[in-house]
């Protein structure tokens, strides 16, 4: 079964540096997201991404984040000076369609358990 | 915007009895409705979803959902608990204008022996 994969499964960085974490969405899916859950707390839009760039994006994703597809396969989240508050577990999803055809279902990678310190 | 609510933060019954746990959403257009698992160090699982077709939803491991939209609910039910069924639940609410999924703030299902 067709499922999204994250790399790494756990990242600890320290403050101030740059991280990248790594998604391949499932192939023939069109729409893209990155998701976060702080420890204890609820799961929170950060942005989806459709056609090369970014459809939707919560008051989260300031000028630190950033998303890219690089290649035909890999959707990454870059976080370009992090901070402490940053530490979270970070969920990629795909979908294949976004519109009312009815097949919105998104499919959730592992996560990425991303600790600054 | 869409949004939804989780009405309770954490339920808990015995294994064999029904299980109920309640959302109850917020949207400016046709929504579509999901119910999320996640289990202890897991990843989120799609439970079952509704979008527009029939009102009651069935789901995998003998869930359901029943989708009213007088009353702006999204429960999810299952008529009797097993102990593998302890884990976080999340409903989840997506316009069909527009792709981000919000989350409710998730319910912790404890269940008994």
């Known amino acids: 079964e067709p499922e999204v994969t994250q790399t790494p499964s756990h990242q600890v960085t320290q403050m101030g540096q740059e991280v990248i974490l790594r998604c391949v969405p499932i192939s023939n899916h069109l729409y893209f997201y990155w998701y976060r859950q702080i420890l204890g707390q609820k799961v929170e839009f950060l942005v989806s991404f459709y056609n090369n760039e970014i459809s939707e994006k919560s008051e989260i994703f300031d000028d630190q984040f950033s998303v890219e597809r690089p290649d035909g396969s890999n959707f990454t989240l870059k976080i370009r000076s992090t901070k402490l508050e940053d530490s979270a577990m970070y969920f990629c999803a795909s979908s294949f369609a976004g519109g009312d055809d009815g097949n919105t279902e998104a499919f959730f990678g592992q996560g990425t358990r991303l600790t600054v310190v | 915007a869409q949004s939804v609510t989780q009405l309770d933060s954490h339920v808990s019954v015995s294994e064999g009895t029904p299980v109920l746990l309640r959302c109850n959403y917020s949207s400016s257009y046709s929504p579509s409705l999901f119910w999320y698992v996640q289990h202890p160090n897991k990843g989120l699982q799609l439970l079952l979803k509704y979008t527009s077709a029939a009102t009651l939803v069935k789901g995998i491991n003998g869930f359901e959902a029943e989708f009213k939209k007088s009353e702006t609910s999204f429960h999810l039910t299952k008529p009797s608990a097993h102990m593998s069924d302890a884990a976080e639940y999340f409903c989840?609410?997506?316009?069909?204008?527009?792709?981000?999924?919000?989350f409710g703030a998730g319910t912790r299902l404890t269940v008994k022996p």
């Open positions: 989840v609410v997506s316009d069909l204008n527009n792709n981000d999924m919000r």
